[in-house]
């Protein structure tokens, strides 16, 4: 117990020399999974574009961290977003109903309507952005830990090949959608 | 046992920090100095990314042009004013590269030559504010650089060597993902 506690310590001492790199990056990576409703349209934004195939299963995770910089930009310069946690709720229902109902809509719609809630996604974790140890460490763990959920989403996506992993894909966009409604509900009674 | 190889595990990352600090020697410190740094790293790895999409002859000269440029940054660039100056045009440079590594286009030779000095110019600026006291400017600086050299060839050859498509895709997202850490930090500048 004692040699694991000293390993425990040696690690967050190093955490402290390397000037808050390590604090910062843990942070950031922690951020997006924190929050359910992050999670839930993170991972929706990858099974949906593993159901519209190619170009959208990559160019979705590509324009997700492009346009949710912007919203990040927003965040970190203090500009006010009214609703961003009703906007990252709705995200989380929206994407989920695209994938249980497996929408395929033309892909600049698909790719306009992911690009308008990475806004709200990104001004959530940029408000977060210059309070923390070291900003940029941040910044590189919650883009990551945001590009990892897309890449679990695409991961899971696999299904999609076989009909009743087709099924099951759409059930889980069932269950991520009512989850999103729930927390919309409760994010638009705090307001 | 057991518990002597938990304590160690505990040690040895105090270790491995306080050995570039204090007993490297300046050609090593040199060395590991542009590694130690997240927005010197990124841009870097990037660039080499970068280089790797384009045709053989762009990337080799990227291969050069790179270390030179550091070289004449940290031999050039002194002063706060440069060193602030450095990390701006470095989070613009993130964001431009990032761009096209996820476009992932043939590029004009003469552009990728510019990024990678403009690169090797204004990451070579902090390193000269290390070149003080007793350091032994010129080690330190070709420890740098070799560094530099280093990180390039090896994400140039890391995209040459890939494949299959979807590994090609990969290097196009994480392209989005360096032009977008630089958008939220030029957004705190």
């Known amino acids: 117990m004692v040699c694991f506690t000293a390993a425990c310590a040696a690690e967050s001492a190093l955490a402290h020399t390397a000037n808050g790199t390590a604090t910062g990056l843990v942070s950031g990576l922690r951020h997006p999974i924190s929050g359910l409703d992050h999670v839930l349209a993170m991972v929706a934004v990858g099974i949906w574009g593993a159901q519209l195939g190619r170009p959208a299963i990559w160019i979705l995770p590509v324009a997700f961290p492009l346009v949710m910089s912007v919203g990040g930009m927003l965040g970190v310069r203090g500009v006010h977003l009214p609703g961003v946690e009703v906007g990252v709720a709705a995200s989380a229902f929206a994407l989920g109903l695209m994938v249980a109902l497996a929408a395929r809509p033309p892909l600049w719609i698909a790719a306009a309507l992911v690009a308008a809630f990475a806004v709200f996604h990104g001004h959530a974790h940029g408000a977060e952005l210059p309070h923390a140890a070291q900003p940029l460490a941040y910044g590189v763990g919650f883009v990551l830990a945001t590009g990892l959920l897309h890449a679990t989403g695409i991961g899971i996506g696999v299904l999609e090949r076989w009909r009743e992993g087709r099924r099951a894909l759409r059930l889980a966009g069932v269950a991520i959608a009512v989850t999103g409604l729930y927390l919309l509900a409760g994010a638009m009674s705090s307001l | ?189």
């Open chain 2, 1 to 189: 046992m057991k518990k002597r190889i938990v304590l160690l595990s505990g040690i040895a990352p105090a270790l491995a920090v306080a050995h570039p600090i204090k007993g490297a020697g300046d050609f090593y410190s040199g060395m590991l100095h542009p590694v130690l740094a997240l927005e010197q790293v990124l841009p870097m790895i990037a660039l080499g990314l970068l280089a790797g999409q384009q045709e053989r002859r762009t990337a080799i000269r990227v291969l050069w042009l790179f270390p030179v440029a550091l070289i004449t940054g940290a031999v050039a660039g002194h002063g706060p004013k440069a060193t602030s100056l450095s990390m701006a045009v470095e989070l613009s440079l993130m964001v431009i590269i990032g761009i096209l590594l996820a476009i992932s286009r043939p590029l004009p030779r003469l552009l990728v030559s510019i990024l990678a000095i403009v690169a090797g110019i204004v990451g070579g600026i902090p390193i000269a504010s290390e070149l003080t006291g007793d350091v032994e400017a010129y080690r330190f600086v070709v420890g740098a650089a070799l560094t530099g050299l280093v990180v390039i060839t090896w994400a140039i050859g890391l995209v040459r060597s890939l494949k299959r498509p979807w590994t090609q895709i990969a290097v196009r997202v994480a392209g989005s993902w360096v032009a977008a850490i630089g958008i939220m930090m030029l957004g705190l500048k």
